[in-house]
């Protein structure tokens, strides 16, 4: 059974920092394309970052430059460095994996950017 289980949210001032860890068990994820995703109170769920298998990134506009993703396909996990955060990065943050037949999620981590 595919399982995928995020850390590393939490309470941080704006300008400040975080490192987002996803841990993948159950399957092999070292060639599979995997992301970040966050859904703010009252929004919809929106794409972070994704990267492939052969660690090819794609960002969303409003993180570009702040945000990196990355991966160890050693240990089945990818990461989301978040610097130079802003309160409007206040959300859920959502990991994802997909394979050819189906999508994986994560349960989320709370994100709150405030002073």
């Known amino acids: 059974q595919v399982q995928l289980v995020e850390s590393g949210g939490g309470l941080v001032q704006p300008g400040g920092s975080l490192r987002l860890s996803c841990a993948a068990s159950?399957?092999?994820?070292?060639?599979?394309?995997m992301g970040w995703y966050r859904q703010a109170p009252g929004k919809q769920r929106e794409l972070v970052a994704t990267i492939t298998g052969g660690s090819s990134t794609n960002y969303a506009d409003s993180v570009k430059g702040r945000f990196t993703i990355s991966r160890d396909n050693a240990k089945n996990a990818v990461y989301l460095q978040m610097n130079s955060l802003k309160p409007e990065d206040t959300a859920v943050y959502y990991c994802?994996?997909?394979?050819?037949?189906?999508?994986?999620w994560g349960q989320g981590t709370q994100v709150t950017v405030s002073s």
């Open positions: 159950g399957s092999i994820f070292s060639f599979r394309p």
């Open positions: 994802k994996v997909n394979f050819p037949w189906a999508e994986y």
